[in-house]
């Protein structure tokens, strides 16, 4: 299972971004993927988890109404389009894999993608 993330960037505050996470997964569909973020000195956190077949999502509350996560099956890949972004998202973003669960933690994730800098100049 590889997951490479891309769509990181620098960009002003109150902009956006979209991330994109693409896997190498047979069973795509069946993996619920989630985002997480670690800035510079601080623990690694999650963003925002969609299930597999997107039946549900979640985010965590710094992010809720700005940010929104997706996903395409047939492209086996899921999104995180950022909206309103202010200078504490400043992050390394990673997307992770799980199959057959659903996590908001990320030790409840076992694959990981190798992250991509987001970095919003206020």
């Known amino acids: 299972v590889q997951l490479q993330a891309c769509g990181g960037g620098l960009v002003q505050a109150g902009g956006s971004l979209r991330l994109s996470c693409a896997a190498s997964?047979?069973?795509?569909?069946?993996?619920?993927v989630g985002w997480f973020r670690q800035a510079p000195g601080k623990e690694r956190e999650f963003v925002a988890a969609?299930?597999?077949?997107?039946?549900?999502?979640d985010y965590a509350d710094s992010v809720k109404g700005r940010f929104t996560i997706s996903r395409d099956n047939t492209e086996k890949t899921v999104y995180l389009l950022m909206d309103s972004l202010k200078a504490e998202d400043t992050a390394v973003y990673y997307c992770?894999?799980?199959?057959?669960?659903?996590?908001?933690?990320?030790?409840?994730?076992?694959?990981w993608g190798q992250g991509t800098q987001v970095t919003v100049s206020s």
């Open positions: 969609i299930r597999r077949w997107g039946r549900s999502t």
């Open positions: 992770a894999a799980v199959l057959d669960r659903y996590g908001l933690s990320a030790v409840e994730y076992d694959y």
């Open positions: 997964i047979r069973t795509f569909s069946d993996y619920t």
